[in-house]
């Protein structure tokens, strides 16, 4: 695997900005991965995902998501969704430019919302890994984020914790019941939203986790 290189194409509306992960020895296939509200293409369980797929062949675009793009701290306004996902269209658009083979969606929490989101829209990516599913607001159960999940028609596969305030186990298993594409779940034992990369958790394993779980949920 070759060093992590900046990326950019400002030739799109939105553009499309981040680190590429080149793999030395290409499978073929691409994973784009975004970030949370609070996040950056920089963060670690992004970072270490990236290593982990590359250097397993597949080419690998972090990406900040436009409203990121627009200021580098702050959550996303509650007119920013809608150009958000048109950024990750635009970045699969890319991808499909670099590899001949197929092209998968991931992010963490509202990234991972926009996404399953847009793919839903229009199911431009073969494949949907969501992490930290934000399911609903901490504390507020009854305000579920499930209303396009019977619409979402692409394989899906959820990485949760146990401990994470955005939805229960239980909750993931009843949401995955929505969606008439195929579903998976890893669960990450005592692990929050941040899926154990700020606390004490053996962060160093999820990454091989993830890969196991998705390679034997889409067989290369």
Do not use: W
């Not at 150009?83 to 001949?100: C, E, H, Q, S």
């Not at 990450?188 to 899926?195: F, I, K, R, S, T």
């Amino acid at each position: 695997m070759t060093s992590p290189q900046q990326f950019s194409d400002t030739s799109l509306d939105p553009p499309v900005s981040g680190f590429l992960d080149r793999p030395l020895s290409p499978s073929g296939n691409g994973l784009i991965l975004t970030h949370g509200a609070g996040g950056n293409a920089q963060m670690a369980l992004l970072v270490a995902l990236a290593e982990t797929f590359a250097g397993a062949g597949f080419t690998v675009l972090r990406c900040d998501l436009p409203f990121r793009q627009k200021r580098r701290f702050g959550a996303p306004g509650r007119g920013d969704a809608a150009r958000d996902r048109a950024g990750l269209k635009n970045a699969v658009a890319t991808m499909r430019k670099m590899v001949p083979g197929r092209v998968f969606l991931g992010g963490q929490s509202y990234g991972g919302r926009q996404a399953s989101m847009l793919l839903q829209e229009e199911p431009v990516a073969d494949g949907l890994l969501l992490l930290s599913y934000p399911l609903h607001p901490p504390g507020k159960p009854d305000q579920l984020r499930t209303e396009h999940l019977p619409k979402l028609q692409v394989p899906t596969l959820f990485v949760e914790g146990t401990r994470d305030p955005f939805g229960s186990i239980e909750e993931i298993q009843a949401a995955r019941k929505l969606i008439p594409a195929s579903t998976d779940l890893l669960i990450v034992e005592n692990a929050g939203h941040d899926l154990g990369f700020k606390g004490k958790a053996k962060r160093e394993e999820l990454p091989a986790k993830v890969l196991a779980r998705f390679r034997k949920f889409f067989p290369m």
